[in-house]
């Protein structure tokens, strides 16, 4: 059985210019960390790319919702919403309210 081949992830060297006073900061986070500076800045990066995508899709689906919502009309009420909310609470398989026009 032939042995399966492992892809390694690409890396690039990005140089980004930071002012000397956020490096030290970096640096003396860092070290508290136990961590190296290039850690840090990888997983601030890996974060803030985390975080954006988030609130891209969900700018999408607010989007697509509200073309949805021109076309046919179909909704659920604040109230509806707030009550399903607090359902879920304490049923966590409570069922959505149904839309309604």
């Known amino acids: 059985m032939p042995t399966p081949i492992i892809e ?9 210019k ?7 900061r970096i640096k003396l ?10 850690y840090l800045m990888r997983e ?9 995508e988030a609130e891209q899709r969900f700018i ?6 509200l ?15 707030s ?3 607090t359902e879920l609470k304490t049923s966590p ?3 959505m309210p149904i839309c309604h026009r």
Request: charged share 30%; no cysteine; proline share 3%.
């Open 8 to 16: 390694k992830h690409r890396t690039a060297n990005v140089t980004v």
């Open 83 to 85: 009550a399903w909310a």
């Open 93 to 95: 398989d409570a069922p």
């Open 44 to 52: 601030a990066i890996q974060k803030y790319l985390e975080a954006e």
């Open 67 to 81: 073309k949805e919502y021109k076309l046919n009309g179909l909704h659920i009420t604040l109230e509806e919403f």
């Open 29 to 38: 986070l860092a070290a508290v960390k136990n961590r190296t500076p290039h």
């Open 60 to 65: 999408t689906a607010a989007e697509t919702s």
């Open 18 to 24: 930071l002012e000397e006073s956020d490096r030290t």
